[in-house]
């Protein structure tokens, strides 16, 4: 079982629309817990990080929140743009270096 | 300033060729990692290395070497290709590796055993 499991698989929403993005993770303890950006046929950006005493990081029109006690972050995206339709990894770094990948959301924004 | 660069950008390979994945980068980092991703799952690491002449395995290490001479390259090998090593191949860079540090990713290379 992945320690770091995302939902939904896929979305599909209208522009302009908001939409969030889950991600529960197991690993502990940890460092700090990142959100990721994938475009088709490109490699992994980074969005927002937060250390496990952070709550919320904003990043434009991207929101990420934290819980540390129930091991939950979301990824909140406002007023969405047909260039946000990609892959979003959430990503736990661990005490000891070691990073953890969820398989990703695969976000579709149509016009 | 380039960033992580990947080389191939696409791959054939027959099973049992081996071959070269190149990764270079130009920001003067001193962590690199190499990682696989497939459908469904979360990228998974290889080979890393925390600075020339060191390196290490991660979680799917068999069927690849890595080699680390100069702090820029950091080549992956695939020493005797098999069909369960198709995949998307991604180099990345850290300052550190540390984890609190920005990772920049390449662009990635498509691999296809045949």
């Known amino acids: 079982k992945n320690q770091v499991e995302q939902s939904p698989q896929s979305l599909i929403i209208l522009e302009g629309k908001n939409c969030t993005l889950q991600c529960n993770y197991t690993v502990s303890p940890f460092s700090n817990l990142r959100w990721y950006k994938q475009d088709t046929g490109r490699g992994p950006v980074s969005l927002t990080i937060m250390t496990f005493s952070e709550n919320t990081k904003s990043n434009g029109r991207y929101t990420a929140t934290l819980d540390a006690d129930t091991k939950q972050s979301s990824l909140h995206i406002t007023a969405s743009q047909l260039s946000d339709s990609a892959s979003y990894i959430c990503v736990v770094s661990l005490n000891n270096n070691d990073m953890r990948f969820g398989a990703g959301t695969r976000l579709t924004v149509k016009p | 300033n380039a960033g992580v660069t990947q080389t191939p950008k696409f791959q054939v390979l027959k099973t049992g060729q081996s071959m070269t994945l190149q990764c270079a980068q130009d920001m003067n980092h001193e962590y690199m990692s190499w990682y696989r991703q497939d459908p469904g799952m979360g990228l998974r690491l290889i080979h890393y290395?925390?600075?020339?002449?060191?390196?290490d395995q991660g979680e799917v290490p068999n069927g690849y070497n890595v080699s680390r001479s100069t702090t820029e390259d950091f080549p992956l090998r695939l020493l005797s290709a098999a069909p369960s090593q198709t995949s998307v191949y991604f180099c990345?860079?850290?300052?550190?590796?540390?984890?609190?540090?920005?990772?920049?990713f390449g662009p990635g290379t498509r691999l296809t055993v045949t």
């Open positions: 290395s925390v600075g020339a002449g060191i390196t």
């Open positions: 990345a860079s850290s300052y550190s590796g540390t984890g609190a540090d920005e990772q920049y």
